[in-house]
């Protein structure tokens, strides 16, 4: 594909995310404390009971009623702060389904939120690979899984995620998926990326997770190994040609890499 050759699909992604985006930036002029690098919570950068938030939400969100029973599962969680925004998860939904995506990757379950608003956008043979090391967080989810109807679409594997890319490497798999959302233990993204990026189709996604991470990235601490590998791993994806990309401020901030 020559490099500034796109799809129908893609064009219209990128139309959409440069709308998007505009919107941000003008709101950013009007509303001072919605400025880039003000952090506001782990999940947003409006601030947890913002009015704004709020009426964002009531607004736009349209939420399967399975998805939100396990959405506010997840909330009574110490952890609930590892859990994908809603608005975040709803934007990668809607990519997915622009795309016509059947395969997808999640690196990083806890208790299958994002795992079961992919699945519920994938068409009935379609299916999503979910990686992570910890299962007793996605038992949590697994009941809502079968309750959604989508059971049978979630490959879970409990193993680390550098060796399920391997497998599905080896397996002759590179090249097949849709889309891959990354947001799993961040020293390891880099490798998730480029591993993703090898499974994933051209004109598929790569959804990054944490690129902003709570604003730390603006001064990234030498001893704060996650940060200084979130960071780089920007800096490395800004000049990645193998990508057209767009970091967005939702949630705690999320790269979309569209392969080349």
Known sequence: ??????????????????????????????????????????????????????????????????????????????????MVSCDQAQLMANLAKLIKAKKAIEIGVFTGYNTLNMALVLPDDGKVIACDINEDYVTIGKPLWKEAGVEHKIDLRIKPAIQTLDELLADGEAGTYDFAFIDADKQNYNEYYEK?????????????????????????????????????????????????????????????????
């Open 1 to 82: 594909m020559p490099f500034f050759s796109i799809t129908k699909e893609m064009a219209i992604g990128t139309a959409v995310l440069g709308v998007a985006f505009a919107t941000g930036v003008f709101a950013g002029k009007k509303y001072p404390f919605l400025a880039f690098g003000i952090p506001r919570s782990s999940k947003t950068l409006l601030g947890k009971g913002s009015p704004l938030w709020q009426y964002i939400l009531d607004h736009s969100l349209r939420e399967h009623p399975v998805l939100k029973k396990l959405r506010l599962l997840t909330l009574d969680h110490p952890w609930s702060k590892m």
């Open 196 to 260: 993703c990026l090898r499974l994933v189709r051209k004109g598929g996604i790569i959804a990054v997770d944490n690129v902003l991470w709570h604003g730390k990235v603006l001064k990234p601490s030498k001893s704060d190994m996650e940060t200084q590998s979130l960071h780089h791993l920007n800096e490395k994806i800004f000049r990645d040609v193998r990508v057209n990309i767009s970091m967005l401020p939702v949630g705690d901030g999320v790269t979309l890499a569209f392969k080349l």
